[in-house]
Nanobody, 117 residues
């Protein structure tokens, strides 16, 4: 019902920057919140940032001041600009989308981000 396509990610040195993007499409539902989560090896998936349709944002303490989430409502695309990257940011990053019509959460396929020290 909702298709998500992630892009971006890769390998970067500590202190570098990367940008992730995620495009959402649906013929049935209205996209509501958009968010990013991440999962490091042998750890549970954790919240990174979220943005509402009105562009109200919320961040995990670990990324505040370094990451910026943004969205383009016209094409339901969400971005995550990651600056001052640290080795502990290494993880698979997942796009997460909610819709207005129900409580189901949709997930992207994941994008690997690796930060070398």
């Amino acid at each position: 019902q909702v298709q998500l396509v992630e892009s971006g990610g890769g390998l970067v040195q500590a202190g570098g920057s990367l940008r992730l993007s995620c495009g959402a499409s649906s013929k049935i539902f209205t996209i509501n919140h958009m968010a990013w989560y991440r999962q490091a090896p042998e750890k549970q998936r954790e919240f990174v940032a979220t943005i509402s349709p009105s562009r109200r944002t919320n961040y995990a303490d670990s990324v505040k001041g370094r990451f910026t989430i943004s969205r383009v409502n016209a094409n339901n695309t969400v971005y995550l600009q990651m600056n001052s990257l640290k080795p502990e940011d290494t993880a698979v990053y997942f796009c997460n989308v909610g819709v207005r019509e129900d409580d189901y959460q949709y997930w992207g396929q994941g994008a690997q981000v690796t930060v070398s020290s």
